[in-house]
């Protein structure tokens, strides 16, 4: 199969739904680049090979990465209690501390709630705030006793590299990974904006416009979990190929074990939905050994794909917010060549007791309120803190169909979107007590 992929990123950036797309792919056996659209909005310039975008979450599998580069140092065992080595960390459930490992920040089973933090002055937003912060948050669920995506997680991993080095987060992120790669067009410390060609995101506002969001950045207490890291396509690839290829970049040097590189890309647990997403170590992977990770931001979405057998990997970065309007023409055909694909939920026949279900679930971040009108379950997903200015704006109302054992298929005005909603954990009367959607998990409270 053939994609000409520059055509598909000139058509769809051309066609005004994303405002700018880099794309990066190392077929096996040479590099391809596409660019398109523009790089910033108000000022109407092009993206191009050498602009950097953020990557969002992706960040993590590098975070990951500077902390197995402590277990191959020998200064940390993933099966360590973090508390051993942040003796100074609180939590909201003071119980909880002593169960988490190493190994949980890493892989979202830690449970700490505590998703993002709210925006403060910029001279307060330094990574021990995100620490300190963690004296007022609960536990979503029990260490080790579910998986939810968790942000704090991967920042009480970095901070851990911090202390354990005697370094910044962000000096060892540039002088342990982009440094000895020769990722040249690479940035986490965003006083070095300058030195690069940038892009400004856009994102869509109540009215299904898209505008230049005035918060560029997250919050940037939490830059381990995502908020500051902008690279170009080219070299998050290359990234990329150093970890399939055990850890060896593709220059020779080497920044990790062939050990840890391997163990990184290991099934470790799995969501409750995305059902299909299994969790490695930093990675996520698909069926057919297929590892990723996605990001996003304010008008940021990004993704990092890479197929170990057979040494492929691409990267998507855009600037907006509509990123699904490549998988189609783009990100599908890809992963089909790889042998891995979407799994899609089929609904099914089935009749449901919606009283197991109504109610609502919540985490610091979102409620879902689940309603049964006429006979159809439908959920309401309200955002609790404003994260993106236009998050306030909306509060979409997901249709739920029938998709497997309490699982359930969502649709958005006729749109059946890529993630289900999940319950579990029913009580005596066979409430559900626990719903999963986002790669989070959510609580009954009412």
């Given at each position: 199969m053939s994609i000409d992929f520059a055509a598909v990123v000139a058509d769809i950036t051309g066609s005004g739904e994303v405002t700018g797309a880099s794309f990066a792919y190392w077929d096996g056996n040479r590099s391809i680049e596409a660019v398109g659209g523009r790089r910033n909005s108000v000022t109407g310039d092009p993206v191009t090979v050498d602009t950097l975008m953020h990557i969002g979450s992706i960040t993590k599998v590098l975070n990951a990465t500077l902390f197995m580069q402590l277990v191959d140092d020998g200064l940390v065992d993933l099966d360590d209690p973090v508390a051993r080595h942040l003796p100074e960390l609180r939590l909201g459930d003071p119980g909880a501390l002593a169960g988490i490992t190493c190994r949980m920040l890493l892989n979202h089973t830690n449970g700490i709630d505590y998703d993002c933090p709210a925006y403060r002055d910029f001279d307060e937003q330094h990574i021990e705030a995100a620490i300190r912060d963690c004296v007022d948050m609960p536990q979503i669920h029990a260490p080790g006793d579910g998986t939810a995506y968790s942000n704090i997680g991967t920042v009480i991993?970095?901070?851990?590299?911090?202390?354990?080095?005697?370094?910044?987060?962000?000096?060892?992120?540039?002088?342990?990974?982009?440094?000895?790669?020769?990722?040249?067009?690479?940035?986490?410390?965003?006083?070095?904006?300058?030195?690069?060609?940038?892009?400004?995101?856009?994102?869509?506002?109540?009215?299904?416009?898209?505008?230049?969001?005035?918060?560029?950045?997250?919050?940037?207490?939490?830059?381990?979990?995502?908020?500051?890291?902008?690279?170009?396509?080219?070299?998050?690839?290359?990234?990329?190929?150093a970890l399939i290829n055990g850890g060896v970049g593709v220059n020779g040097v080497r920044i990790l074990s062939e050990a840890s590189a391997a163990l990184m890309a290991r099934e470790t647990t799995r969501f409750v939905s995305p059902h299909t997403w299994r969790v490695g170590l930093g990675w996520m992977m698909l069926s057919g050994g297929v590892l990723f990770h996605g990001g996003g931001g304010p008008g940021v979405s990004s993704v990092l794909y890479a197929h170990p057998e057979s040494g492929r990997a691409f990267a998507l970065l855009t600037n907006c917010s509509k990123l699904g309007i490549f998988d189609a023409k783009l990100v599908e055909p890809l992963l089909k060549t790889w042998g891995a694909g979407v799994e899609a939920l089929v609904p099914v026949e089935r009749s449901i007791d919606p009283a197991a279900y109504e109610g609502s679930f919540e985490n610091q971040i979102y409620r879902f309120d689940v309603r049964c009108e006429e006979g159809r379950l439908s959920a309401r997903m309200i955002t609790k803190q404003d994260i993106y200015e236009t998050d306030s704006a909306r509060a979409p109302v997901f249709q739920l169909t029938p998709a497997g054992d309490h699982l359930f298929q969502m649709s958005l005005n006729g749109t059946v979107l890529p993630f289900p909603l999940a319950f579990v954990n029913p009580d005596a009367t066979g409430k559900m007590q626990r719903m999963g959607a986002l790669a989070r998990i959510f609580n009954r409270v009412a």
């Open positions: 991993a970095g901070y851990i590299a911090q202390k354990l080095r005697g370094e910044g987060w962000y000096r060892l992120i540039k002088s342990r990974i982009l440094d000895p790669l020769e990722l040249r067009h690479s940035l986490v410390d965003i006083t070095e904006l300058p030195r690069f060609r940038v892009s400004v995101g856009d994102q869509v506002d109540d009215q299904g416009r898209l505008v230049q969001s005035a918060r560029p950045f997250l919050p940037l207490s939490f830059a381990p979990a995502g908020a500051t890291t902008m690279m170009t396509a080219a070299d998050l690839v290359t990234f990329a190929r």
